[in-house]
Each structure stands twice: as structure tokens, then as C-alpha cells.
């Protein structure tokens, strides 16, 4: 076991990031922080801040230097940067599952390798990959580039081959995944932690809205039948022995019209619909993180009330700050600002967590509170 006192390794500087290192500080880490951003939320909270880049070999080898262990909290840290990393340190996940996670192509072959359900998909490198696309193959169809997509972005729906082609080119010929839009009856994600031994413990499905491809709003317990829940949870623990992976990690579900469960991509880290587990469980999805990188056993998951999380993004900011006063007057609201100085349409900036003895109870006093946040 690795134990407080311990200095720990963060590649990544986001909210995520910053989440960890307040949960690794509040349990006697000292935390490291690697990130590129001379502001980032993690780095400017850390007892260390690495301003490089993340190939940047001298940067790595002083990160090496000063940690017992490294994770990371951004599935687009380049694999060969945590391989270098574990020649010279413990370092979680690895560089393999990561890897297998980067790419949407590689990520749902990995998934239906296992046996689980993904949306039907055609993998296009090149124009003659439409050209040749099999007639079976349904719109509407959501086009995706391969790599580096977050929150929506790099998405294009089409309803037709030649929609493909337009939106092929206006993604600048990128490696892409088509995939066929299910009709959505519900979408639910899990977080678990896997530890070096293989134990897993599940955090209860959350039930997730997304409003422009982003999610908005997090409710747990969901409405979706326990049977349903317990298909996810399997799902979820297969991937994760899959790909033997330690640590925190989530599975974003679609559930169909059918009431099919289809697995929609692999976080390998802590994911914004676990946000619910700082306020409303024993344990939160960071400190998980921090035990399962540490060798420590694994934290209580279970929901101690019924929450809902809502997502503030830059878009309720306006031309000065949100109504603060009026959603902290509400004492089931529980507010996480992430320290970003720059409000942008679409940016994560903070959450909150309203506990309330119902969902219903929750979600009224969360949607109370979000309409009158919004800054003039
Ligand atoms: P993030 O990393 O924030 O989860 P992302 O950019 O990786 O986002 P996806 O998870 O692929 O994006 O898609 C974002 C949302 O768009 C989904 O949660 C869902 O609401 C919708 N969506 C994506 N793919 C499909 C699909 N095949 N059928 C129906 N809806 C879809
Ligand atoms: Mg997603």
C-alpha cells in the first residue's frame, strides 16, 4: 500500500484532475500535476504544478522522480506517455487500457469483442469506406471522429450517404465511426473502481440527460427497472476485467426504445455522471481513485440519499457571475466550482448536487434553482 504522506502523480490538469487532488490531499497526499496550462483547475490547487507538455521526457522524468504513483484523468494523454512513465513508476491505469479507450474504431470492437452490445457501426478511413458502405447499414447515422471527441464535439448527424460525404469532408477527412442513432429510451452510466487484485465495487446507475451532445443533468437511483441496472453493472465489470484495468472508470449505457442495453464509449477515469458521489455516497469516485491507485481496498460506494446532479456550463454566466446567493439560500444544494477563469458557451464550469429525500423532491428544487441562476 502506498500511504498518506506518499506524493501521487496527476496527468491532466481539468476539473477531474483537480477533484482527485483535493480528495488525495484531504487524505495526506501530496499531489503532482502535470498539465501544459499555466491555469489549469488541478495544477493551480496542487502542491506541485509540471507546466509542460505531455511528451515533453524532461517533464516526465522529474513527475517520475517526485511520485510513488501516477494516474490520470483524460483519456487523451497520449499511451506512449504513461508506457515511458511505467518503466520509471507504479503508474494506473496503463498505457494498454488506455489505449484500448482512445480510439471509438478500436473502443467498440474491444466492447463487441466481449459480447456486449454497441450501436451498429461502420469504421471510415476514407472516402472509398462510404463509397462501399453496406446497404444494411441504417440512417439516421451520427459520423464521429475516431480520436480525441469530447462533449459532443466532432459529431455530425446524417441522414443520408451523401450526408456522409459532406460531413466526411467538413471533419477534414479524419479517421471516423459511423454510427447508426439509436432511438433513446433512457441513457445510464456506472463508475466503479477495479483494484490490482480484481475486486470490483459499483457505484448504483445513474440516469443521465444530455442536452447538445453535453450532459446536463445526473439522477440517482434511476427509474430503469432493477433487472436493467444489474445487465449494466455486468457490462460494466466485464469491460473492466477486459481490460484488466485499476482504478475508477465509468461506461456511458444507451437504453433503446426496445429496451436494449448498448454500451456507448469506456471513460477510463472518473466521469462527470459520477459527480453525484462527492454529496450523496460514502465515498466519492475520487477518493476511489486514490485508493485504487494507492493499493488501498476499496471505499464504501453505497448512496447514503437521493440526488440530482445539474452541470453548469459557461453558458449561465452572461456578462457577470450566476446568482450564487439564490442556489446556495437552498440548503439541499450542495455547489463544486471548477476555478476556471474563463466562462465559454459549452465549458464545464462547475456542478451542484441537490439532496433531497425524493429524486422528484431533488430534481424540483434542481430545476427551481437552475432557472434563476443564470447571470444578466
Ligand atoms: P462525452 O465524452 O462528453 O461523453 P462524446 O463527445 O464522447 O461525449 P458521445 O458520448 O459519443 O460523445 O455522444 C454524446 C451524446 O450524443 C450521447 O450521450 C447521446 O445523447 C448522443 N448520441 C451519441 N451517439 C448516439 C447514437 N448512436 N444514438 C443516439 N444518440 C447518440
Ligand atoms: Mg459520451
Known sequence: MILPGATLGMLGGGQLGRMFTTAAQTMGYKVVVLDPDTNSPAGIIADQHICAKYTDNDALNQLAALCDAVTTEFENIPATTLSYLEAKTIVHPSSKALASTQNRIVEKQFIASLGIPVAPFAAIHSIEDIDTLSDSFKFPAILKVANFGYDGKGQVVCETISDVRTAFESLNNAECVLEQRINLE?????????????????????????????LHSTTVPSNIP?????????????????????GTMAVEFFISSEGDI??????????????????????????????????????????????????????????????????????????HLYGKKEARVGRKMGHFNVLASTTDQAMKIAQQSFEVLKAD
Open 186 to 214: 433512457r441513457e445510464v452510466s456506472t463508475v466503479l473502481a477495479r483494484s490490482q487484485s480484481g475486486a470490483i465495487t459499483n457505484f448504483p446507475v445513474a440516469e443521465n440527460v444530455h442536452v447538445n451532445g453535453i
Open 226 to 246: 432493477q433487472q436493467q441496472a444489474h445487465a449494466a453493472l455486468q457490462m460494466a465489470d466485464k469491460i473492466a476485467d477486459g481490460l484488466s484495468y485499476v
Open 262 to 335: 448498448i454500451a456507448n464509449e469506456i471513460a477510463p477515469r472518473p466521469h462527470n455522471s459520477g459527480h453525484f458521489t462527492l454529496d450523496a455516497c460514502e465515498t466519492s469516485q475520487f477518493e476511489q481513485q486514490v485508493r485504487m491507485l494507492c493499493g488501498l481496498p476499496s471505499g464504501n460506494c453505497e448512496l447514503v440519499t437521493p440526488v440530482v446532479m445539474i452541470n453548469l456550463l459557461g453558458d449561465v454566466w452572461g456578462n457577470s457571475e450566476p446568482h450564487w446567493d439564490t442556489l446556495l439560500s437552498q440548503p439541499e444544494n450542495k455547489l
